[in-house]
């Protein structure tokens, strides 16, 4: 992420565990910390604690590292983009041109300390996050600063959504919405999904026939789903009001917290799926057009960004 020239702070800490202080550290990248206000994409990069051989050979390839490389891959393929957005964005000639409250960027949140190391509880999980959201929320904005929109800011309250991604990698996932207030999202990536089947994008990995409409990731809501969740890193943020759109295979992949979870887990074409899927979903959120010229100050409002990339794939 500094090879790109983002922005990267190591969040370090320590906690208290079942087997006594442990370090962690969160890796946080920012492709605009100056932005007024962010969309995050997160997912954890520790892998499951295991006591005892053979357990304690587990890697971890869907839990979470497949994720962590589509985060990566994303970074990569859309800093172009980014930069020429922030170039307009600059040289605007009226400042007043630019709206700071559409002023977003991208930020990679990696937390570490996710997995329970014995049994899942809420001291005992989500370390990382538990301690970011805390830390946000105490971090208020110098009201110097470009970023600060309202009378009082926090670190926390400049976050748009936080896109959360978990069990990923493994071929034919079933993904759900879990949030009434990111169903509009939910919707948003299960269309740009649809439309690069629809493109062909994928027609080169494993043939059109692999790919049909009823084998999509994600499950169409029925109104009726917003009931539970699965508990993850996204917990210590929503108690907290950040809007979250949780992506997680359920159910699970059956290789979960097992050293079955390795390369062998991995399916090449549902990964390259993945990544065209985020490529498109981040274009649309934060309003890069890759084959239109744009300046400043047109983009519109952010609803009105997702599904306007139907021209340009």
Known sequence: MRTLGWTVEIDAFTDKTPYGEK?????VATKDPKAA???ILAAHFDSKFFATSPENQFLGATDSAAPCAMMLDLAEALDPLLDRREALKDTA?????????DDVTLQLVFFDGEEAFKDWTHT???YGARH?????????????????????????????????LDLLGAARPHIRSYFQPTAWLFDAMASAE????????????????????SDAFFV??????????????????????????????SPFPNVWHTIRDDASALDLPTMRRWNLILRVFFSEYLGL???????????GARSSKVGRADEEL
């Open 23 to 27: 370090h962690f550290a969160n890796v």
């Open 37 to 39: 206000r962010r969309v």
């Open 93 to 101: 000639a009226d400042p007043s041109e630019v709206d700071h409250e």
């Open 124 to 126: 005992d999980s989500v």
């Open 132 to 164: 970011l959201a805390e830390k946000w929320q105490r971090a208020y904005i110098d009201p110097r600063q470009k970023r600060r929109l309202h009378p009082t800011a926090t670190e926390l309250s400049t976050i748009d959504h936080l896109v959360l």
């Open 194 to 213: 649809r439309r690069v089947l629809d493109a062909g994008l994928l027609a080169d990995v494993g043939g059109p026939s692999a790919w049909s409409a």
């Open 220 to 249: 169409p809501r029925t109104g009726n789903e917003y009931a539970g969740g699965i508990e993850d890193d996204h917990i210590p943020f929503l108690r907290r009001g950040v809007e979250i759109l949780h992506i997680i295979a």
């Open 289 to 299: 057009r890759p084959d239109i010229p744009s300046t400043a100050g047109t983009t």
